[in-house]
């Protein structure tokens, strides 16, 4: 199938009325959980995975979908009118944001920030439809050993991107490979470190944990704190970027969507980092650097442009190779396990109706997170104004809800709050937890790889040193271990973690 | 010790050899066909190892870094109040059924942190507790646990 006659079938999928709702629904819940702080993306789709059990595979990754890339939207909205992240991708968009907000530019940030958005994703989603079924057929070649040392890849490039200390980032990815383990064995159907909990024989859910580590501990941390809102009083006028805002913008946008783009592809990358870096670049390259932070768009645009662009990158290891690239893409992941689809290298061909659905529903879904964005803004100031004592029960309220609805089971409940006080703590002492999340989706997959891989070689290791693809991607593993340790490169991510700290 | 992350490398040795001591009891299998406890025991001695890599590396480091109290600004009875609410919760969900129990969950917890007047807070624990009933047992279909009360 040609990829004109593929787009063809996509928009046949994604305008199917259905469809078109629950897209909208998605990019909807998406923008509320971006603008809301302290509720993202990913406790956003487990709490409606359950739900989307009613409905047709596609519709349900469509939905997810919007939630993910509408999230990238909401999130800038409280960066630019509160200097809050309502994610972490968008803390760069703090910076110069929040100043053009307190010069009373808050409407062409606003603008800016929504149509780089538009533009950025829109490039990233022909990136995705180009690059992705060529890419899923050189898949078709990879064995175990190619598999499994993917995998790990995956796993040390989001350690080593992670910012602070990566001995704890490479901690967290190991316990969350253990956490991974637990349950029945796939080979000898040995029940392993249940602790007594029949339930855990399945294994530890995704859903609790990712609820419990984004959803409850990060609650618990808010309501410690008490967080003040301080929504920027000023009347928001004239949204749209003028002339020289689009002049200044233009460039920013395409090289931020560029960045975003391929660093989001990277198994591990994505959306936080692509806009850090998309914000040094413009600032190195721009005639009048010491002006950032001051409010200047281009500190607005470029970083914005980036973290929506890495989202359509993002689909691209979790389509062509069914491995998740970051928490998100792992949700997404679990979300097609559980509809019965064998995500891999034949997704695409097998379930062209769902791939080509999802893709082209991100064209629509876009376009509505624009018409949305730009006249609702208000609405969703407003949101900000609630207070946090009324919202955090209502956030809590939800987490419990989704959890049990999984499988109506107060035992996973119980696993929830557990990741949650282990989150809190983790966040006290500095450990990150999307490694975890990340090895927990892997974990299964690399053990089934691993063994695989030793049954074929007879018990030599040797296996992924001798099979070049394999080879290539373990010396890239083994220079990203060394990597941390050559004194320049130490200092570049030590200022990365200072200035995601200050967030 | 020097710092927090000696204080919680410590705790990660401990887990990462605990996983590594029960991964034996799992049966490790052999090189050429691993056995249920093989990659468990790995990660088991990834995460002590790493432990230990965290914990000699803070002799090298700058002594700008101290042992902070984590815990001293903040409202942390609050945190142990909500979390105490929640357990609670949990334990008595089927005993008492979802409407109820959420009822009081939300009553309690509107008052935890500022107090709210009553009339606010009644109001408000029943608006959650019907309209999340509505929007997830009934249009979500949900099953949502009925309680002693039969709702």
Redesign the interface.
């Known amino acids: 199938m040609d990829i004109f006659s593929s787009v063809l079938l996509g928009f046949q999928v994604a305008l199917q009325p259905m469809n078109l709702f629950f897209c909208f629904i998605g990019v909807l819940i998406g923008t509320l959980v971006g603008v809301l702080p302290g509720l993202g993306p990913v406790a956003a789709m487990s709490l409606l995975l359950?739900?989307t059990f009613?409905i047709s595979p596609v519709s349900a990754i469509i939905m997810l979908a919007g939630i993910y890339y509408g999230a990238m939207y909401g999130g800038s909205t409280t960066s630019i009118l509160v200097n809050i992240p309502g994610e972490a991708a968008s803390v760069v968009t703090c910076l110069d944001g929040y100043q053009m907000a307190r010069k009373g530019r808050a409407g062409p940030a606003l603008g800016i920030a929504a149509f780089g958005s538009f533009i950025a994703g829109t490039l990233s989603i022909v990136g995705l439809m180009f690059l992705a079924p060529p890419l899923a057929e050189g898949a078709l070649k990879f064995g175990p050993p190619e598999y499994f040392s993917l995998m790990l890849l995956g796993l040390i490039i989001l350690t080593f991107l992670a910012g602070g200390?990566m001995?704890?980032a490479?901690?967290m990815a190991?316990?969350g490979?253990?956490l991974g383990?637990i349950g029945m064995?796939i080979?000898?159907a040995?029940p392993?470190?249940n602790f007594g909990l029949y339930f855990l024989n399945d294994g530890v859910g995704l859903v609790p944990v990712v609820m419990g580590l984004f959803g409850?501990s990060e609650?618990?941390l808010n309501?410690?704190?008490?967080i003040k809102q301080d929504v920027f009083k000023t009347r928001i006028k004239g949204l749209l970027p003028n002339l020289k805002d689009w002049k200044d913008s233009a460039w920013p946008i395409i090289r931020g969507s560029v960045i975003g783009f391929f660093l989001g592809i990277l198994p591990g990358g994505g959306a936080v980092i692509s806009s850090f870096v998309s914000y040094a670049v413009e600032k190195k390259i721009s005639r009048h650097p010491e002006k950032f932070g001051t409010g200047v768009i281009e500190g607005v645009a470029g970083p914005e442009s980036a973290n929506n662009a890495a989202t359509g990158g993002a689909f691209i290891p979790l389509f062509t190779l069914g491995i998740p690239s970051n928490a998100v893409t792992a949700m997404l992941l679990g979300a097609l396990v559980i509809y019965g689809m064998q995500p891999g290298p034949m997704l695409i061909s097998q379930h062209p109706d769902l791939f080509w659905g999802a893709v082209t529903s991100m064209y629509i879904g876009n376009i509505m997170l624009l018409v949305l964005n730009l006249p609702l803004i208000g609405l969703w100031v407003k949101i900000l104004k609630i207070?946090?004592?009324?919202l955090?029960?209502?956030i809590?309220?939800?987490c419990?809800?989704g959890v049990?609805?999984l499988n109506?089971n107060?035992g996973e409940?119980?696993l929830m709050?557990f990741f949650?006080?282990l989150g809190?703590v983790m966040k006290?002492?500095?450990?990150e937890a999307a490694p975890l999340v990340l090895a927990l989706v892997l974990g299964p997959m690399?053990?089934n790889a691993?063994?695989q891989s030793?049954?074929m070689s007879?018990?030599?290791?040797g296996i992924f040193f001798t099979r070049p693809i394999s080879l290539v991607i373990m010396l890239v593993v083994m220079t990203l271990l060394v990597l941390p340790l050559i004194p320049w490169v130490k200092k570049k991510r030590e200022i990365v973690a200072e200035i995601s700290e200050d967030e | 010790m020097k710092n927090?992350?000696q204080?919680?490398s410590i705790i990660?040795l401990v887990?990462?050899l605990a996983?590594a001591v029960?991964s034996g009891k799992?049966?490790l299998g052999?090189?050429?066909?691993?056995?249920?406890?093989?990659?468990?025991l790995i990660?088991?001695l990834?995460?002590a190892g790493?432990?230990l890599?965290?914990f000699f590396?803070q002799f090298f480091k700058p002594g700008r870094e101290k042992i902070k109290d984590?815990?001293q600004?903040?409202?942390?009875p609050?945190?142990l109040m909500?979390?105490g609410a929640?357990?609670l919760?949990?334990?008595l969900?089927?005993f008492l059924g979802f409407i109820f129990d959420?009822f009081l969950?939300?009553a309690f917890?509107?008052r935890v942190?500022?107090p709210?007047s009553w009339k606010k807070v009644l109001a408000?624990a029943f608006g959650?507790a019907a309209g999340?009933y509505v929007i997830?047992e009934l249009w979500?279909?949900?099953?949502?646990?009925k309680g002693f009360l039969g709702f």
């Open positions: 359950p739900s009613h200390s001995p704890k490479l901690i190991a316990f490979l253990f383990l064995d080979m000898t040995t392993r470190f409850i609650v618990l309501v410690e704190a008490v207070p946090y004592p009324v955090f029960p209502l809590l309220l939800f419990l809800i049990y609805s109506n107060t409940i119980g709050l949650g006080v809190y006290k002492f500095n450990y690399m053990e691993l063994r030793l049954i007879n018990g030599g290791a | 927090n992350d204080r919680s990660w887990i990462g996983i029960y799992y049966g052999s090189m050429s066909s691993p056995g249920p406890g093989f990659l468990p990660s088991g990834a995460i790493l432990a890599v965290v590396q984590l815990w600004h903040g409202k942390w609050t945190v909500v979390l929640l357990v919760y949990t334990l969900l089927n959420t969950l939300i917890l509107l942190t500022e709210m408000g959650a999340s997830f979500l279909q949900a099953q949502l646990p």
